[in-house]
């Protein structure tokens, strides 16, 4: 038996943020990132809405990109104090996943951050609060998902949270707050998107549930990714839809070993962070070179390709898709290797077997369609790195 899972409801369309004066409460914590929400003036509309509605609202700033154990901490610390019925969160992926990881910490105290690694093994929720997601960038859609993704920087490993209770009860989808994404954040948010829906299609555990979310958001992503980069705002407000409905396929179908490779090199490297998208941008056409021997997932990926109007043979079909994305990423502005994106060789190659090892043992390397060993990544990483073909 399998399941399908989604926000019971999502609210989208410009002005939606409104939906906010019908809510029924009495506390709300609103969880945010840095200041960009609070400087566009989306707060404080939120803060207004809520006061209409009749709920308190306590505010919990300043989330870093890639959250970590540490402010997921905080924050719930901050919602046992404070008792909200309603955990409010508002702004990219960064503080929707780390309001998910507080709201189990805030209704069961006593678990620690270790007992929710195991995908799938959270305590029931919704004990003390539900739950509503504010995006306002256009590719995680963790608004709709059963996932979070937050780091331990003392091992600078991401953890990625599963669990279908961390699916938000309400999904607000409103294409006002992504006008605000400056050009490399719509370029790296919307390869992130791309990389949901091809990695949805191609998983073991893809259904005729998730296919039409997963090819009707690869479409819409091809496009109006590239106008939406130049900042045609009806192009990115397709995109604001497309990557929600990413969502809606990955977190069912789940993903692959391009989000395994992502979360274990992102913070790996001592020359900065890789962007979560950016890493999806560059591997994602090595790993279907990689997965297309599989004969099953080759003739997925050829469907993909012959949706966005790609013709010939199967195996024609898949050169042509990887050239495809290859475009868009040289369009996008993102490197085409590690090497381009500045990781040194020498820290690279200390690095490798280790980070190969983590990107196996990931929970998203279950769903993809083709088996891989450590020695296998360590080669897949390696091609990645230095731009060569995949060939085994």
């Known amino acids: ?14 002005g ?9 409460g009495k506390k709300a914590i609103l969880v945010l990132g840095g200041g960009s929400m609070k400087k566009f003036g989306f707060v404080d509309k939120a803060v207004s809405y809520l006061k209409e509605a009749g709920i308190e609202t306590e505010l919990f700033e300043n989330v870093e990109p890639d959250p970590s154990v540490e402010t997921v901490m905080k924050g719930a610390e901050a919602m046992r104090k404070f008792e909200p019925d309603w955990i409010i969160s508002m702004g990219g992926g960064s503080p929707i996943d780390a309001a998910k990881a507080m709201w189990v910490f805030y209704e069961y105290p006593d678990t620690t951050f270790e007992d929710i690694i195991k995908p799938f093994s959270f305590p029931e929720l919704r004990q003390k609060a539900k739950f509503l997601a504010i995006p306002s960038t256009s590719g995680t859609a963790t608004e709709v998902t059963a996932f979070s993704v937050i780091t331990d920087y003392s091992t ?11 699916t938000p009860d309400v999904a607000i989808v409103d294409p006002d707050l992504a006008e605000t994404m400056p050009p490399k ?13 091809i990695e949805a299609y ?35 407000e397709q995109m604001h839809y497309a990557q929600c409905l990413a969502g809606q396929a990955f977190t069912n179908a789940l993903l692959g070993i391009v989000h395994s ?11 900065g962070h890789i962007p979560h998208g950016c890493a999806n941008a560059i591997y994602l056409p090595y790993v279907i070179q990689y997965n297309a021997k599989d004969q099953t997932a080759k003739e997925r990926y050829a469907a993909i390709a012959r949706s966005v109007g790609i013709s010939g043979s199967d195996s024609e079909c898949v050169v042509k898709l990887c050239k495809k994305i290859d475009e868009y990423n040289v369009a996008l502005n993102i490197p085409k290797t590690l090497q381009e994106f500045g990781i040194k060789e020498d820290e690279f190659k200390e690095k490798l077997s280790k980070i190969a090892e983590l990107a196996v043992s990931d929970a998203c390397t279950g769903s993809n369609p083709r088996a891989i060993t450590p020695a296998e990544m360590e080669k897949l990483l390696s091609c990645t790195y230095y731009g060569t073909p995949v060939e085994f």
């Open 202 to 236: 191609v998983s073991t555990l893809n259904s005729p549930f998730t296919d039409p979310l997963a090819l009707k958001a690869i479409s819409m992503v091809f496009e109006n990714l590239p106008a939406s980069f130049h900042g045609c705002m009806q192009a990115r």
């Open 156 to 166: 600078g490993v991401k953890y990625p949270l599963a669990d279908f209770n961390i």
């Open 1 to 14: 038996m399998m399941r399908f899972t989604l926000p019971r409801d999502l609210y989208y369309g410009k």
């Open 261 to 271: 490779m992502a979360h274990k090199t992102g913070a790996a490297f001592s020359t």
């Open 185 to 197: 954040l719509v370029a790296h948010t919307g390869m992130d998107a791309l990389t949901h829906a």
């Open 16 to 24: 939606a943020l409104e939906h906010l004066k019908e809510l029924k």
